[in-house]
């Protein structure tokens, strides 16, 4: 499973995305590859297979059988994986604050 967010993600947790503006922050930290992760895999042989939601995902995984090696590439936003993280930190700081 390659999740991509075209390179940099990991660096909108860090406390420089709030404090730069977000040009400047793409600029230093942003790292876009534009790599196209199906057609890279392609190449080599391997089966690539785009997802586009869960229930893709889901029927992708449930089909794998014995295929051998395949790639299922999910395109996910930077922004969109950062407000994930922060809301699943608060349901989880909010379930222990309750014990």
């Given at each position: 499973?390659?999740?991509?967010?075209?390179?940099?993600?990991?660096?909108?947790?860090?406390?420089?995305?709030?404090?730069?503006?977000?040009?400047r922050?793409?600029?230093?930290?942003?790292?876009?590859?534009?790599?196209?992760?199906?057609?890279?895999?392609?190449?080599?042989?391997?089966e690539?297979?785009?997802?586009?939601?869960?229930?893709?995902?889901?029927?992708?995984?449930?089909?794998?059988?014995?295929?051998?090696?395949?790639?299922?590439?999910?395109?996910?936003?930077?922004?969109?994986?950062?407000?994930?993280?922060a809301?699943?930190?608060?349901?989880?700081v909010?379930?222990?604050?309750?014990?």
């Amino acid at each position: 499973v390659v999740v991509d967010n075209d390179g940099g993600g990991i660096f909108h947790f860090l406390p420089q995305h709030g404090a730069l503006p977000t040009e400047r922050f793409e600029q230093l930290y942003g790292t876009p590859h534009g790599i196209d992760a199906v057609a890279l895999a392609t190449v080599h042989g391997i089966e690539a297979l785009p997802v586009g939601s869960v229930v893709e995902f889901d029927d992708h995984l449930r089909r794998a059988g014995d295929r051998g090696v395949r790639l299922l590439h999910v395109r996910t936003d930077r922004g969109a994986n950062v407000a994930v993280h922060a809301a699943l930190n608060d349901a989880i700081v909010s379930a222990l604050d309750r014990r």
